[in-house]
């Protein structure tokens, strides 16, 4: 597509489910970002991949979070045993290589724990 | 852990009023961008500062990077409705990694 795609675009679920949430970057984007973002904050980062190697992945809030990458296409973002404060708008983000990037992001997607 | 830290963290303005609003970080970035998002949007990009001491202007935005590279800040002039939104700095760090601001919600009142 002509930009990043993610899916679903609202998901809704039970306190200790598993949810897993997908990024379609552009084609040819070798960096793909996953973002958190809580009602009226800021951009909290999570994970970076480069390719399908992630050498961060300072931000992951816990080892409920993890992620992965098909070489450099699709990104999941996975919550196991999910808690309300889990409640957040996920964004994804893919950019090209290095130096004057410009990161273009999806539309999120809207995860409600109840 | 935030790179990078935005103020106001919130800004409540009347139509027509100037506005700045300020990104600061103890970490020096090779580039520095603002992002504008709507709700239910993504964020969009306003413009990348690449040089210390850089400024540049979107029509009532003023853009600059400080000389240390460093910090940010972008002014407003004249705020109209139409400029409501969140504010998010990015800072470029080590080769394509970028890390985000804290944000800064700004209404505009007509």
């Known amino acids: 597509g002509a930009g990043v795609s993610q899916s679903p675009s609202n998901k809704v679920t039970e306190k200790g489910k598993d949810v897993e949430l997908r990024c379609d970057p552009i084609?040819?984007?070798?960096?793909l970002y996953w973002y958190r973002q809580r009602l009226g904050q800021g951009l909290e980062f999570l994970i970076y991949f480069q390719g399908n190697s992630a050498p961060d992945k300072s931000g992951l809030p816990s080892d409920r979070f993890s992620a992965e990458r098909t070489g450099e296409s699709v990104s999941t973002l996975t919550i196991q045993r999910t808690q309300q404060e889990d409640s957040a708008v996920y964004l994804c983000?893919?950019?090209f290589g290095t130096g004057g990037f410009r990161a273009f992001f999806g539309q999120g997607t809207r995860l409600t724990v109840v | 852990t935030q790179l990078l830290e935005q103020s106001p963290q919130f800004l409540s303005i009347q139509e027509g009023e100037n506005l700045t609003v300020y990104c600061n970080s103890s970490s020096v970035f090779s580039s520095l961008q603002w992002y504008r998002q709507e709700p239910g949007e993504g964020p969009v990009l306003l413009v990348t500062v690449v040089t210390g001491g850089e400024v540049k202007k979107l029509k009532r935005l003023t853009f600059q990077f400080g000389d240390a590279r460093k910090d940010s800040s972008l002014h407003i002039t004249a705020a109209q409705p139409g400029d409501t939104g969140l504010y998010l700095c990015?800072?470029?760090?080590?080769?394509?990694?970028?890390?985000f601001g804290t944000g800064t919600s700004l209404t505009v009142i007509p």
């Open positions: 084609s040819g984007h070798t960096a």
């Open positions: 990015a800072g470029e760090w080590t080769g394509n990694q970028f890390y």
């Open positions: 983000a893919s950019s």
